[in-house]
C-alpha cells in the first residue's frame, strides 16, 4: 500500500468557470503506479466544488443557470455585510456541491463513466490561480 | 492493509428512482475480510448520485419531489438543445448530488445509522441497467 | 499503513445548527501519526450533513437562510405525514449536502485552506447529542 500526493494549479476565469480536470487526475494516477485503490481531488478553499458531469458546452451552461437560479447571486447575504464582501452566493454554492470527490482506482484506471469527467467548479467572483490537493491512495 | 473492489449490478426505472444498496455494499465489506478503513460507492455515469436517507416510501417521495421543485425537468436545457437529448435535469440533479459516497468500516462493519440506507439516485430520464463501483480500501 | 478510527460526541440545537469540527478533526489526524493519507468524517444518522465552509457567523446565516429558502420546512412532506414526524424537511437537506467528508493529509497536516474549517450541519428539528466517526487511512 502506498500514498501518492501530487497538486494541480490552474488559473480560472471564477464565476461559475467549469474545468476538467479529467487528463490531469488520469496524470496523477498513472504516475502514481498504484493499482488498485482511490484518488480523492480536493479543493482548499471554501469558494470551489469538485464533482463529475458530461463536460460538454450545454451542460456548461446549464449548470451555471442552475446555480444562479437556486443560489442567485442578487440576494441578500450576511457575509458580505460583515465583512465587506461580494461572494456570499459563492460560499453557499461550494457548500452545497462540496469541496472533494474520492474515485476508485481499478486495473490502474479511473472508474469513470464515458461521458463523465471530473470537473472543478469555480463558485467564487473573480479569476484566480487555484490549486487543487489530488491524493491516490492503494497499492 | 488491502484493496477489495467488487460492483454492483441492477435494472433500474430511472426517472429519479432510488434504490436501497446497502445490503448489497453491507455484503461487499464482509466479503473483503476488512476490519478497519473505508468503502467508497461510486456511480459510474454522470446522471447518477450516491447519497444516504432513512429508506422509507415517503422520503423517497420527498426526495423526488424536491429535486423535480428545484432543478426542475420541464427548463429550457442547453444540453437539450445542442444533443438533441431529454436529460439535462438528470445531468444538474446528478452534477449537485454528487456521484460518490465514503463511509468508515469500524470492527468489520459500516458505521451507518439505524435509520440509514445507502442509496442510488437513477435522475436519467428512462429505465436502464447500471453498474456501480464499490471500493473497500483497510486492513 | 495504517487505519485509525476515532469519534466525535457533541451536543447540537438542531435547525441548522452549523459547528466547527476542524479542531477536533486536526486533534485526531495528529494522534493518528499519519504522515500521508485522508480522513474521512462520517455522520451516522439521515438529518446531518458534513461539508466544509469559511466558519463565520454571516456565512452561517447564509447556509441557514439558503436551505430553509430552497428546501422549506414549511412544504408537505410524506415522510410527515406517514410517519407522523415533523423532520421532512431535514432528511431532504442532508441527503443532498451528503453525511461524508473526505479531506487528503499531507506532510501529517490536513490540507484546508486557511479560511475552510470542516462543519457539520445538524439539520434535525430538535437539539441533540451527536457522534460523528473519523477515520484516518495512510501511512
Given at each position: 500500500m502506498?500514498?501518492?500526493?501530487?497538486t494541480?494549479?490552474?488559473?480560472?476565469r471564477g464565476?461559475?468557470?467549469?474545468?476538467?480536470?479529467?487528463?490531469?487526475v488520469?496524470?496523477?494516477v498513472?504516475a502514481?503506479?498504484?493499482?488498485?485503490?482511490?484518488?480523492t481531488v480536493f479543493?482548499?478553499?471554501?469558494?470551489?466544488?469538485v464533482?463529475t458531469?458530461?463536460?460538454?458546452?450545454g451542460?456548461?451552461?446549464?449548470?451555471q443557470?442552475?446555480?444562479?437560479?437556486v443560489?442567485?447571486?442578487g440576494?441578500?447575504?450576511?457575509?458580505?455585510?460583515?465583512n465587506?464582501?461580494?461572494?456570499g452566493?459563492?460560499?453557499?454554492?461550494?457548500?452545497?456541491?462540496?469541496?472533494?470527490?474520492?474515485?476508485?482506482?481499478?486495473?490502474?484506471?479511473?472508474?469513470?463513466?464515458?461521458?463523465q469527467?471530473?470537473?472543478?467548479?469555480?463558485f467564487?467572483?473573480?479569476?484566480r490561480?487555484?490549486?487543487?490537493v489530488v491524493?491516490?491512495?492503494?497499492?
Amino acid at each position: 500500500m502506498d500514498v501518492y500526493g501530487d497538486t494541480l494549479e490552474f488559473q480560472t476565469r471564477g464565476n461559475d468557470d467549469v474545468r476538467d480536470l479529467t487528463g490531469d487526475v488520469r496524470r496523477c494516477v498513472e504516475a502514481s503506479g498504484v493499482h488498485a485503490g482511490t484518488v480523492t481531488v480536493f479543493c482548499p478553499g471554501s469558494t470551489g466544488g469538485v464533482t463529475t458531469i458530461e463536460y460538454e458546452p450545454g451542460l456548461v451552461e446549464d449548470i451555471q443557470a442552475a446555480v444562479e437560479r437556486v443560489f442567485p447571486r442578487g440576494l441578500r447575504y450576511r457575509h458580505n455585510e460583515l465583512n465587506h464582501d461580494d461572494n456570499g452566493h459563492s460560499h453557499v454554492r461550494a457548500a452545497v456541491v462540496g469541496p472533494s470527490l474520492t474515485v476508485p482506482i481499478v486495473d490502474g484506471r479511473l472508474t469513470l463513466g464515458t461521458w463523465q469527467q471530473i470537473v472543478f467548479l469555480d463558485f467564487d467572483s473573480s479569476a484566480r490561480r487555484r490549486r487543487l490537493v489530488v491524493q491516490v491512495v492503494g497499492r
